[in-house]
């Protein structure tokens, strides 16, 4: 799967509803290209929703695999204007997955992530930092740590998380502010990076 | 608003939210998209473009094969009602001699097929695993006994008539549901045991994601952690967490399940309301829509107590069970959102011989 040949495409960071739709339609009648164009309005959405479950490490490939499953299920979707809702459930489902296939050892998701940190970039402090703030993260109640993963690092906005999940903005509102909450309850207690995986 | 920024990035900079994005940003996506035009062999349409680029004269022969193949399946078929052979999962013998139909599966026996309408069979010393192509897998302990009732695109259906099974499901929402005497169970996405003895009595225990327990409209909801009776002629009972107290699982058993005069019924109602923790919120949230109007707003203080109703949510509205009210109220509560059991549930649950 990693080793499929990609293509360079800008991430839009402004959804059109109106423009998905199209998208989805034109993938349900074969158009390839329009199915890339929605991995690239979706694939933050995906990738964030994988890495707020799975150790980050698999993470890309999985976002890939994701993907090309929906791609062989898109003419099973009833209503185009739910496909956001409807690959979540996918991505999720397909997380819940790599549990199972991978046994316990794959709970253990770190210290890999110390590895990959390492590889990343130069400041190790930082990176380590960083890791650390996920694993806090990721330890969070399945209902916080999804919106929050997407907010802080797949950069998306409240509004965007509703509308690519298919959630309400208000849900979406309720659960970034009492996930932000107990982070800075967590950080505030400099709480200890709880290598487990998440529940 | 002071959250606006965590919301929208708008309004004044938040600098730990600040500080959190550019550690974290590390981590943000970066791939670009696969090359999806090399995936030639994905789509049906990548396929059938491929088969109208056939000679006419290869066309007919494949119309004329295929209608030689229909007509053998039909004929085939038609000599054996109530089993389409095409239409088949994969059984594999974990101990003892499971039977698959007539066949039994031995030590080397290899891998059984369980055909629409067939019966898989265990005995006490026995158990099965069945395969389900992108969709999942079952389990089938010892005594218990499994039929296929469809298996459609979309729609993957067993129905256990007694016993236990183990199922680990993988295939979108609301594509794979088991019917029991009692309740339909339909999958949410999720890992559940799912038990069924011999009076036709069910337990349903979720280990992660949820399920969905339906039967004439009595809907239960039980997340990871969370279990749910059922009874014949009654349907699902009130889904619980395993830990509630024990004076709090008696008296939910027994509201839900044995026949109470408005007194005792009452009085069944009080240990729930006053033994109930802030995770029994799922309890209460069911019990809402099955207690009586008099008894209604007791059981919602005590849930706005344990769990305050969200912004739209209000007393009135609840007690006269507003389906969008209770809906937000359970979406705050955190085990799921209920778009997904309105949207999957579609028309699965009422159980195959009461649909025909």
């Known amino acids: 799967m990693a080793s499929m040949e990609r293509q360079n495409v800008t991430i839009p960071q402004v959804s059109n509803p109106t423009e998905d739709h199209g998208l989805v339609r034109a993938a349900r009648e074969g158009d390839r290209a329009a199915f890339g164009r929605l991995y690239d309005r979706y694939a933050r959405m995906v990738h964030g929703i994988l890495l707020s479950r799975i150790p980050p490490r698999e993470v890309d490939d999985l976002v890939q695999e994701v993907f090309l499953s929906a791609l062989r299920q898109l003419h099973a979707l009833r209503d185009i204007a739910r496909f956001g809702a409807w690959l979540a459930t996918i991505t999720r489902n397909r997380a819940n997955d790599y549990y199972r296939k991978a046994g316990p050892e794959a709970a253990r998701t770190e210290p890999v992530l110390e590895k990959e940190g390492a590889e990343r970039g130069n400041d190790h402090a930082q990176e380590q930092e960083a890791a650390i703030i996920l694993e806090l993260i990721r330890g969070l109640p399945e209902t916080y740590r999804e919106p929050l993963i997407l907010r802080l690092v797949e950069g998306m906005t409240g509004p965007e998380i509703a509308e690519r999940t298919g959630l309400t903005h208000g849900s979406v509102r309720v659960n970034l502010c009492r996930g932000m909450q107990l982070l800075r309850e967590k950080l505030g207690q400099g709480a200890p990076v709880e290598r487990s995986r998440p529940v | ?356």
């Open chain 2, 1 to 356: 608003m002071k959250d606006d920024y965590l919301w929208d990035s708008s309004g004044e900079p938040d600098p730990e939210i600040q500080k959190l994005e550019s550690a974290l940003g590390r981590f943000r996506h970066n791939q670009p998209a696969p090359a999806f035009d090399q995936v030639a062999d994905l789509l049906p349409d990548k396929r059938r473009s491929w088969f109208f680029t056939w000679r006419l004269s290869f066309q007919i022969a494949a119309v004329a094969t295929g209608i030689l193949l229909a007509a053998t399946t039909y004929f085939y078929l038609g000599s054996k009602p109530g089993v389409q052979q095409s239409a088949s999962w994969e059984v594999a013998r974990l101990a003892g001699e499971p039977r698959v139909g007539s066949k039994t599966l031995g030590a080397n026996a290899g891998v059984g097929k369980l055909g629409v309408g067939q019966l898989l069979e265990t005995d006490s010393s026995s158990r099965a695993a069945i395969s389900l192509f992108e969709t999942g897998s079952v389990e089938v302990d010892g005594g218990s006994r499994v039929r296929l009732v469809t298996n459609g695109p979309g729609r993957k259906r067993l129905s256990l008539e007694r016993g236990t099974i183990h199922a680990r499901i993988w295939a979108p929402p609301g594509e794979f549901v088991v019917d029991t005497p009692s309740a339909v169970a339909v999958d949410l996405g999720c890992v559940y045991t799912l038990h069924v003895d011999d009076s036709g009595a069910g337990l349903l225990r979720t280990t992660m994601g949820w399920v969905g327990f339906k039967l004439n409209g009595h809907e239960s909801f039980i997340p990871a952690g969370a279990v749910c009776a059922t009874r014949p002629r009654i349907g699902p009972g009130t889904p619980y967490f395993e830990d509630a107290l024990p004076a709090f699982r008696e008296a939910l058993s027994r509201f839900d399940f044995e026949t109470t005069m408005g007194g005792e019924r009452g009085a069944l109602l009080g240990v729930l309301i006053a033994d109930a923790r802030k995770r029994d919120a799922l309890t209460l949230w069911h019990l809402l829509s099955r207690v009586s109007d008099a008894d209604r707003p007791g059981v919602f203080d005590r849930l706005a107590s344990l769990a305050p109703p969200p912004a739209g949510v209000t007393r009135e509205g609840i007690l006269r069970l507003d389906r969008p009210m209770l809906d937000a109220w359970w979406n705050s509560l955190g085990y799921g959102e209920v778009f997904v059991w309105r949207t999957y549930e579609r028309n699965w649950s009422q159980p195959q011989s009461e649909t025909k």
